[in-house]
């Protein structure tokens, strides 16, 4: 599995500080003249047909989308590829953890560019430096560099809803339901007795698993909590069991650890766990 570098995403983060002037010094100009040209013949080169903005922003759109229109105060989850004009990447999301964020604290010419869309819009945007990061740069990002971007704008929960079943149809999973609030599951073994509420103290064997197999926790021995100090989709997943129940309940990852991620869970995704219900009280 593949995963943010957070680092390299550090820059997105922060918008330009703009000049105090109105009126761009020779060198911003000759500098917007470098990049226009380093863009154009990239995308001769590449034979590629692009649209160009007021701001000198060059897009291309595959798909302008089916969903929400982006807006300037959006929050956009979003596959996607950052790259130089020389080929090298510097950023690249996991194909099953898309990343969030909130257009307002990104530099002008990403937010421009994602506005050009709706959700499920995929393309590609061209940012001359002065609308990425200028002559300063950041920390992962040299001065006066021009930055190209695909992606695709996705809509969390569809997302997250077509891995799910994506994985249920590889790995033919039988006998599988799933409950209102999104989650998938099959029982492999009942269990006897009453069932725990959302409030239980339980007592559990689990396998944390992503989608390709990767595991990322799971008990040596069994282990007790009380359900209201885990995750959602533990809340709801675990009531479904009775005492020594067995079942295997795939998570989006907005009943599990969301946009932020935790640890070795990326950003925004969907989880699966193998449980075992020894006990609860």
């Known amino acids: 599995m593949?995963?943010?570098f957070p680092l390299l995403f550090l820059g997105l983060l922060f918008s330009n500080c703009k000049s105090d002037s109105a009126t761009p010094t020779v060198d911003s100009v000759e500098q917007f003249t470098i990049d226009t040209t380093a863009i154009n013949t990239y995308l001769a080169t590449n034979n590629l047909n692009a649209e160009v903005t007021s701001s000198g922003l060059r897009y291309i759109i595959d798909d302008p989308g089916r969903g929400t229109p982006v807006e300037f105060t959006s929050t956009v989850n979003l596959l996607m590829e950052g790259f130089y004009l020389d080929g090298r990447t510097f950023l690249q999301t996991d194909d099953c953890s898309p990343t969030s964020i909130f257009l307002p604290d990104v530099v002008s010419g990403f937010s421009e560019g994602m506005q050009l869309f709706a959700t499920w819009g995929k393309g590609r945007i061209f940012l001359p430096s002065a609308l990425a990061f200028g002559p300063?740069?950041?920390?992962?990002?040299p001065p006066n560099s021009?930055?190209?971007f695909d992606f695709e704008i996705v809509e969390q929960r569809e997302f997250d809803r077509t891995k799910i079943k994506q994985y249920i149809t590889d790995n033919n999973l039988?006998?599988?339901?799933?409950?209102?609030s999104g989650i998938y599951y099959t029982i492999s073994d009942a269990g006897t007795g009453e069932h725990p509420s959302a409030n239980s103290t339980v007592t559990v064997g689990y396998r944390g698993y992503f989608a390709d197999g990767t595991v990322?926790?799971?008990s040596e021995l069994p282990a007790t909590f009380s359900l209201n100090s885990v995750i959602e989709?533990?809340?709801e997943a675990v009531p479904l069991l009775k005492r020594e129940g067995r079942g295997t309940f795939l998570i989006p990852s907005n009943l599990a650890y969301g946009p932020q991620g935790s640890g070795s869970i990326g950003f925004n995704t969907m989880i699966i766990f193998d449980i075992t219900l020894v006990d609860f009280n």
């Open 2 to 4: 593949k995963y943010i």
């Open 136 to 141: 300063t740069g950041t920390e992962s990002i």
């Open 146 to 148: 021009v930055l190209g």
């Open 174 to 180: 039988q006998k599988v339901d799933s409950t209102l």
């Open 216 to 218: 990322f926790d799971q």
């Open 233 to 235: 989709g533990w809340r």
